[in-house]
């Protein structure tokens, strides 16, 4: 197998809202976070412990698999009724026969005769794979990502100062996940040695995220998150 290693890109992503604007979000949504169908608390009954800005991980890989390869198959073979059997490179094939009221009453009904075979596939396949910074699959596609990434600004984030969750999933765990589904098409297949993947991206994105810490009636404690950079809750 040929591998062609990518660096990884390290992006961080400019909040979009400041702390005073997410307290207002948080303030706007608190009640119908501990909200029951028996009782919705007064706003003042809930206190704001804390909000604090984090910097998460999205970890996405992006690969393209290119592989030549012999695979088992078996094909049919419509032949004419009389046709008893079927020759190919000295091996026989023998014809299965309709039986029954159809073969009667259509003289021009063709017979089957089953082929097997092996057949030399050449595939390629792309996909992408995307993770939280917990190692948790997310739906999230790579060409969306840049899409995303194109629209906001980036800023450099300080280890010391700012509060960064780095990916809890390794980069080599990521890539033997993604070369599990660029190869998935290719399973059944005997393959050759002529096969190579191809990164074409692997990006580490630290997106802001505000969490709030709630307070509410009998102590209850809420969590609240906000995407700082698409200004929503989540």
Known sequence: MTKIDAKTKVISLKPGLDSDAAEEMVDSRKVKLFQTLLHKPKKSEIHLHSLTLHFEAILILSGKYCVDFIRDAEHSLSVDKNVQEVI?????????KKKGVLSKLEPSFKNKVKIEMQERVMLQNTDDISFDHHGKELNLSYNDTLKLLEKHPKKTINADKDSIRRPEITTDAAISKLMSKLKKPADAGIKSSEERIEFRDILEIYVPIYEA???GPK???????IDAVRKKIL
């Open 88 to 96: 190919i490179s000295d091996e026989v094939f023998p014809v299965k």
């Open 213 to 215: 810490r709630l307070i």
């Open 219 to 225: 102590k209850r404690i809420k969590i609240l998150r």
